[in-house]
């Protein structure tokens, strides 16, 4: 089956995201940061009238951050809170079939813990991640509740 | 058929369904042109209302009603011939089956149509209501309400109606079953009328979440709208618009605010039916006192709370109050008494769910904790009981040892945690084992608009909600100081000594230096908090913020104010929390531990009014309060003191003197409540273990301190006089004829004597007694008759103050009804 995955590239790499997750993709303004947070949260910002908790998708997957002027984010809606998955790119939404991630791949931490599946685009294998895993704060149980 | 009948009942207004729907299609039909219509909006909204659109209303609506009806029901049951209460449940089952008709629900019609025809002989009187009536009825509402939910889920409806519509028969055989209703006749007046004074519509909760954040836009716009008209030209014509404009703006998102608000009675008014029915299941007599319930919290909250409370109360009756036959061995009262309570408590709701039950056992609880395997000997040992009862929200643990159909079922107190925290609430319990049990939910004030401070640290601005702030001083002002102590900052504002925690060390933001305190009140303690700057002050709305971000435990939720840069609200206790500021016990905590006190009792030792020092127990005392002269009275034979809106008696072992204020103990057990004026509190004192027996009952015995003797006083027996002026005052109704003689004559007469005398009964209210004239309208028939000449063969004559009272007194004495 056929599902509409938007590509990005995170941390270097190509990164597929459900299309279902996505609520927008924005350049966020000014990102006020949260003192005591996780290094992943990288602050808050507003989009429109609405607060949105801003993440650090490189600290998230346990790879460096992402520079301090990234402003380019993925909106997505977990648990009733908007968050900003900040990217460093973003390329276009297509369909993919969705593949299991094969067993012969050896991730391992943060890409490990967000991969659910591989797409292929154009022969070139793009992991895709679930944004909810990336989160700080969201369990592994609300995530399989929802 | 359909078509035909579902004209007519949209235009006859004798189902519930189609003005609501009409109300939904005049809206966007009439702003189409205005509205940009959004691509992922699929359905157009000015569409006609499909049938199932219909039916959701109606689910939606009987619901809605029977929540409301839940309390009518217990009061009807309580007199079955309160002809408001049974109108109203009438009107219930009429406007049910005028609706099933119209909608094809078949089931639900003839089982209201049933009910309907048995209140309906009710009301003409060709039948009297009796028990097994009342119950018949109950159990049709009920199943009513299950089918509904049913329907609602999509699920098949199984099981039979037969058997709940037989019971509803006269005579009870299952051959006088109704026959099926003829649609034509479903559309009364009565019903009809009582849904046109109606000027409420239901919205989704989406579409206020929508109207909400619109505003915020409209408000960010105004913003930036007058910074781009300041910094031009000064007409004075365009500022007049634009001050016209802020105006209307803050009007609206005040209104659009306060849409989201619902009084809490939304929560309370199930609450009498379901201590009734639990009660009712376990052998048990329950007094129920709400109070509170005009308290107002978001819609949304009302619903999370719902679920938790529901336990919680379950909880009370079930563990909590003991059997008829234990309490008269505990020498209480035989009804176990549960309050349940809402009140507004700086940023917070508070609700209380309080019975005067068998508390918690601690040293049980810990030996189960260890049975389980939860804890271990050894490390059970090494808590505190304040730590073991802590235990009781360990998921696998119940304190009950056999499983109750009621409770006990694996969802536990852990669960109602979870759900409370998750709300950024949190619970608490006050135990006095053997005495009861009160547990305080705690939930934020989130999503309503709150009154801010606005601090700034370094570049940083954070809100802090005012009520918790009790005042602001410059570091520079005279009377305040700041001193190193070891490690710690202690500030001395006006010689009071406050811990005091950097707001900048404590977020590790690079901050100026410290300009101003706020002095922060928290329920332990209070502290001053060092901020670089106090900047304005700002209404705001509130919203929880992302669980990462409240995890810190620094913030209580996150904002967007007008500047339109997201701000964090701090909240006063975590502050502390995370920063390990440790405050002098509050009472309250004390009298906590004073139950579990292992070596001596602990007691408060007080200068009394006559100059001699005296003790009290410390578990007795609810609070030490100063009060005003003017709030005390002697009244109805003794003195009394007014506060929190109540009346208690006041005991005074002395002359007070002539002082504006003094000092009260506020002795309760949780139920009945007595104020002691003392002269002075001295200290906390722990009691030897031996104390010489007293022989004068308000002695309970005598200590020996510093050499010196001193009195305990029996609190047991101050509560004991305390008599008729508990807390909860019996209610009595007075069944006047309209005069209004009851009103102006009796009324302040029974008041003073500590009754508590309502002319109609509200929703959920059951009499202790019910007074009538004998030639005054029909009443329940123990009711107090009153006659009005000397001598009447029927009752008392309504001048005998003695015989009245005293005829009053054992009404409510042997519970009547």
């Known amino acids: ?146 | 058929m359909t078509k035909a009948r579902r004209g007519k009942a949209a235009s006859s207004d004798g189902c519930f369904a189609p003005p609501a729907a009409l109300a939904l299609q005049a809206g966007p039909a009439a702003s189409r042109s205005v509205i940009p219509l959004n691509p992922f909006f699929t359905r157009a909204p000015y569409a006609p209302l499909a049938m199932d659109e219909l039916l959701q209303e109606f689910i939606a609506e009987t619901r809605e009603t029977l929540q409301a009806l839940a309390g009518e029901i217990v009061a009807w049951e309580a007199d079955p011939a309160d002809r408001a209460r049974l109108d109203a449940i009438f009107r219930f089952v009429h406007t049910v089956k005028g609706s099933c008709g119209f909608l094809d629900l078949p089931r639900l019609e003839r089982l209201s149509h049933a009910a309907e025809d048995a209140l309906g002989a009710v009301r003409d009187g060709s039948r009297t209501p009796h028990t097994g009536l009342v119950n018949a009825v109950l159990a049709v509402v009920d199943r009513i309400g299950e089918l509904t939910e049913m329907i609602d889920a999509g699920q098949p409806l199984d099981g039979s109606d037969d058997l709940l519509i037989a019971a509803l028969a006269e005579d009870a055989t299952p051959g006088s079953v109704a026959p099926m209703v003829d649609p034509t006749s479903q559309t009364a007046p009565t019903s009809g009328a009582a849904r046109a004074n109606s000027r409420s519509v239901r919205l989704h909760v989406d579409l206020l979440d929508r109207m909400m954040s619109g505003m915020s836009d409209m408000v960010l716009a105004r913003n930036e709208l007058a910074r781009t008209l300041r910094s031009g030209t000064h007409d004075p014509r365009t500022e007049a618009a634009l001050e016209r404009l802020s105006a209307t703006v803050a009007d609206m998102r005040d209104a659009v605010t306060r849409t989201r608000m619902q009084k809490v009675e939304a929560l309370f008014s199930a609450v009498p039916r379901m201590v009734r029915d639990t009660a009712a299941e376990l052998g048990k007599t329950v007094t129920l006192t709400v109070d509170g319930a005009d308290v107002e919290l978001d819609r949304e909250m009302i619903e999370l709370i719902r679920d938790p409370l529901v336990h919680i109360i379950r909880n009370s009756v079930d563990h909590g109050i003991e059997t008829p036959a234990e309490r008269r061995a505990a020498r209480k009262r035989e009804a176990g008494q549960l309050l349940v309570s809402a009140r507004q408590s700086g940023n917070q709701i508070v609700i209380e769910v309080t019975d005067d039950g068998r508390g918690i056992d601690v040293a049980r609880l810990g030996a189960k904790a260890v049975a389980a395997g939860l804890r271990g000997e050894a490390e059970l040992a090494g808590m505190s009981d304040t730590q073991r009862l802590q235990l009781i929200f360990e998921p696998g643990l119940s304190s009950r040892d056999t499983v109750t159909a009621t409770s006990g079922r694996g969802v536990g107190m852990d669960v109602v945690r979870t759900n409370i925290e998750q709300l950024g609430g949190r619970v608490q319990l006050l135990n006095r084992p053997g005495r009861g049990l009160t547990i305080a939910i705690y939930v934020p004030l989130t999503l309503s608009i709150l009154s801010t401070i606005v601090v700034g640290v370094g570049a940083e601005r954070f809100a802090l909600p005012r009520q918790a702030v009790e005042e602001i001083v410059t570091t520079t002002s005279v009377g305040v100081r700041l001193d190193q102590v070891g490690d710690a900052t202690l500030a001395t504002v006006r010689g009071r000594r406050l811990p005091l925690i950097s707001l900048a060390d404590l977020l590790r933001v690079p901050g100026g230096a410290a300009g101003a305190l706020a002095i922060i009140a928290t329920r332990d303690g209070d502290y001053a908090l060092a901020v670089d700057s106090v900047l304005d002050t700002e209404e705001l709305v509130v919203k929880p913020a992302a669980p990462a971000v409240m995890a810190t435990g620094f913030y209580a939720g996150q904002t967007l104010p007008d500047s339109g840069r997201p701000m964090l609200l701090l909240d006063g206790a975590g502050l502390a929390l995370a920063a390990g500021v440790r405050f002098g016990r509050a009472l309250l905590r004390e009298e906590h531990e004073a139950d579990q006190a292992e070596p001596g009792m602990t007691a408060l030792l007080f200068e009394g009014l006559d100059g001699r020092r005296r003790l009290m127990a410390l578990a007795a005392i609810d609070r030490v309060e100063t009060v005003g002269r003017d709030a005390v009275r002697f009244s109805g034979g003794r003195l009394r003191l007014a506060i929190d809106g109540r009346i208690i008696p006041l005991v005074a072992a002395g002359d007070a003197g002539d002082t504006p204020r003094m000092i009260v103990l506020r002795v309760s057990d949780g139920v009945t409540e007595v104020a002691y004026a003392i002269a002075d509190p001295l200290e906390i004192v722990t009691l030897p273990p031996e104390l010489a027996q007293g022989d004068r009952d308000e002695v309970a015995g005598v200590a020996l301190l510093n050499g010196e003797q001193v009195e305990l006083l029996d609190a047991h027996a101050l509560l004991a006089a305390a008599g008729a002026g508990t807390v909860e005052r019996p209610l009595c109704l007075l069944a006047g004829d309209g005069s209004g003689w009851m009103e102006t004559f009796l009324k302040p007469t029974l008041e003073g004597a500590g009754y508590r005398c309502v002319s109609r009964l509200a929703a959920g209210e059951t009499p202790s007694v019910t007074l009538a004239l004998d030639d005054g309208p029909e009443t329940s028939p123990d009711a107090v008759k009153l006659t009005r000449d000397q001598g009447g063969p029927h009752g008392i004559y309504r001048y005998d103050r003695a015989a009245l009272l005293a005829a009053v007194a054992s009404r409510v004495a042997r519970g009547g009804r």
């Open chain 1, 1 to 146: 089956m056929m599902e509409l995955f938007l590509i990005a590239h995170v941390a270097g790499r190509a990164i597929a995201i459900d299309g279902a997750q996505v609520d927008s993709v924005v350049d966020l303004g000014e990102v006020v940061p949260v003192p005591g947070a996780e290094r992943a949260v990288r602050g808050l910002a507003a989009l429109r009238s609405r607060v949105v908790t801003v993440i650090d998708t490189g600290v998230a997957l346990g790879k460096s951050p992402m520079p301090a002027d990234a402003r380019r984010a993925v909106i997505t809606r977990i648990d009733g809170h908007h968050y900003a998955l900040l990217v460093d790119a973003l390329e276009d939404v297509a369909p993919f079939v969705r593949q299991p991630v094969e067993g012969g791949i050896a991730l391992t931490g943060g890409w490990a813990e967000a991969a659910v599946g591989l797409v292929e685009r154009e022969g070139e294998p793009v992991l895709a991640l679930d944004l909810a895993r990336l989160v700080p704060g969201v369990t592994t149980s609300e995530i399989l509740a929802a």
